[in-house]
């Protein structure tokens, strides 16, 4: 049986219409439309991160959490000989690179240019803790904190955008350029290169949700934010809905022609195409991780240290550890479950993994404390002698320990109360080579509209969450198999490259460039 929403229908895209997209194909795709002008990616969160080892007196580097950066490294692995600006934050940064801020990456294989820019203290904490995470990142999520907006957050905000435009300008001299943007950091940077060079073609992918008009209206620099995106030629949402709400937000907001059935906006003479284009993960190289040899090593190390061998139900919970995930509300519906159905205990257990963000905002630092105190809660209410249900684990980790922890989990969590997409749940699946395994996913993820094979879940509804859990333990093995047979298929097709792939066609389209 599946859990189908009519809310969220599949689409088929156009990549199952052309045929599976792949890394190859982007290449070649890529060699075609950039072999005048350069590809420029902008971002605020860079993608390597250097650090100084100072036992061994050298420098080590990492690939930092988040899902823009797992999406988009392969990406940029792939086209080769492009430039990412973004900002340097590793201790190790300014002694890595060289006078104007560039080293190749990844530093073990070079194949694009990181460039890296620097702010000041009171920057960081204007432009990005401030503006973006607490004024943006709530008032898009729509999860009942309210947003924080002030003028010398907005402020900062503003000069930083210009800063990261500057960069770019920089970096491609007089040249023509494809400039691809990034995120609700960075709304402005398409008006400030407009602004420099109306010739460039400039595409901005909006990797959260975006809200209906009457929550965006409560920001007071609404109308700036939306003039600085609709100055490049594409927008792109990850599902057609926050598409929607973006047309919705324009047409009550500003004075503009929209063209709903060609999704355009045309203003002051710019038009500007909206698209809505899944993001997702690298299917080939999860797959190839989860084979390998490191990963079983982790498996087996993760069995140790965990004790895993002696449950029959392994849950796992697994996100940059941030309010909009829902991680409360899923030790709460784990709560339920033991209540419920007494039996569990001790036959399994909840890893929730994930390395603490943004710990300088407030929120960030009461979702912590929150998280530590339920599950010593929810541990004291149910252990036995030498049993506990949660185990909280916040050590950084790679690319082989999370496809390690993936393939070791039975069943893993995803409650999220918004998500654009949410990678968690397509590099689980991407990870299950074997077609088991049980995804539980929130029906409030852009991913949710792709996997009605997942057991779909209001996390803020905790009797039904819980009952969910139960179904995802009892669950026949056959059925297992088949809903996950369907979900990699999906995420196989819907894959990484097809992602960027179909977005850099959009942008060269607009620019006049065509790809073969
Ligand atoms: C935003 C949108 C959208 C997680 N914890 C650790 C860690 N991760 C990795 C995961 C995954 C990524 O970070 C998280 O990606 P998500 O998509 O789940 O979430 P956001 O970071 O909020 O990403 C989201 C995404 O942008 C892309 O458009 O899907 O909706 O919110 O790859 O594996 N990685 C490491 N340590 C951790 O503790 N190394």
């Known amino acids: 049986m599946v859990d189908h929403d009519s809310a969220y229908p599949v689409q088929p895209t156009e990549s199952t219409q052309l045929g599976l997209w792949t890394q190859e194909r982007l290449r070649s795709v890529a060699r075609e439309l950039f072999v005048d002008a350069p590809l ?127 960069a770019v300008l920089e970096e491609i001299g007089g040249k023509p350029a494809f400039v691809w943007v990034q995120d609700y ?23 959260i949700p975006w809200p209906n008009p009457e929550i965006f209206r409560t920001c007071p620099y609404g109308v700036q934010l939306l003039e600085g995106l609709l100055a490049a030629d594409v927008i792109g949402f990850h599902i057609r809905y926050h598409g929607n709400n973006f047309l919705a937000t324009v047409e009550q907001e500003l004075e503009a022609r929209l063209d709903r059935e060609r999704s355009r906006v045309v203003r002051s003479g710019h038009e500007t195409l909206i698209v809505d284009i899944p993001i997702s993960v690298d299917t080939d ?31 796992l919970g697994l996100d940059r550890f941030d309010y909009t995930k829902g991680i409360p509300e899923r030790l709460m519906a784990l709560d339920h479950l033991l209540q419920d159905h007494p039996e569990y205990k001790e036959k399994l257990v909840f890893l929730q993994v994930g390395e603490v963000s943004r710990m300088q905002i407030p929120h960030y630092q009461e979702l912590n404390q929150e998280v530590e105190q ?43 109360l918004h998500d654009g997409m949410n990678l968690v749940a397509k590099e689980y699946i991407a990870s299950r080579v074997d077609e088991t395994g049980v995804l539980v996913l929130s029906k409030f993820t852009g991913a949710a509209r792709e996997l009605p094979d997942a057991l779909l879940i209001n996390p803020y509804d905790a009797d039904d969450f819980a009952k969910k859990l139960d179904q995802a333990i009892q669950m ?22 097809a992602w960027a792939g179909r977005f850099l066609q959009e942008m060269a389209r607009s620019g006049g460039v065509e790809a073969r």
């Open 374 to 416: 339920l599950t010593q809660e929810i541990n004291d209410r149910h252990r036995t002698t030498d049993w506990v249900p949660i185990i909280l684990w916040r050590e950084p980790i790679d690319r082989a320990d999370l496809m390690a922890l993936y393939q070791l989990a039975d069943i893993c969590v995803v409650s999220s």
């Open 285 to 315: 190289e999860e797959e190839e991780v989860a084979r390998s040899q490191e990963a079983a090593d982790q498996m087996e190390h993760f069995q140790v240290l965990f004790n895993l061998e002696r449950y029959d139900h392994v849950l």
């Open 476 to 497: 026949p093995k056959a059925q297992k198999a088949d809903r996950m047979r369907r979900m990699r298929r999906v995420v196989r097709q819907n894959n990484i490259y």
């Open 40 to 166: 420029v990616v902008v971002s605020n969160r860079e993608p390597y991160l250097h650090h100084i080892d100072e036992k061994n007196n050298n420098l080590t580097w990492r690939r930092p959490p988040g899902g823009l950066v797992s999406a988009l490294d392969p990406v940029m692995q792939a086209i080769e000989g492009g430039v990412w600006v973004a900002q340097g934050v590793g201790e190790g940064d300014r002694t890595a690179v060289d006078a104007s801020g560039r080293v190749p990456v990844p530093p073990d294989n070079p194949a694009y240019t990181l460039k890296r820019i620097w702010l000041e203290q009171a920057e960081i904490e204007g432009y990005y803790e401030g503006f973006s995470n607490e004024g943006l990142w709530p008032l898009c999520h729509v999860v009942f904190h309210r947003p924080r907006f002030n003028a010398s957050d907005w402020k900062h905000y503003q000069t930083v955008n210009r800063r990261f435009a500057d």
């Open 185 to 207: 950091h960075l709304c402005l940077v398409p008006h400030y290169l407009r602004q420099a060079r109306p010739d460039l073609t400039i595409g901005i992918s909006w990797h």
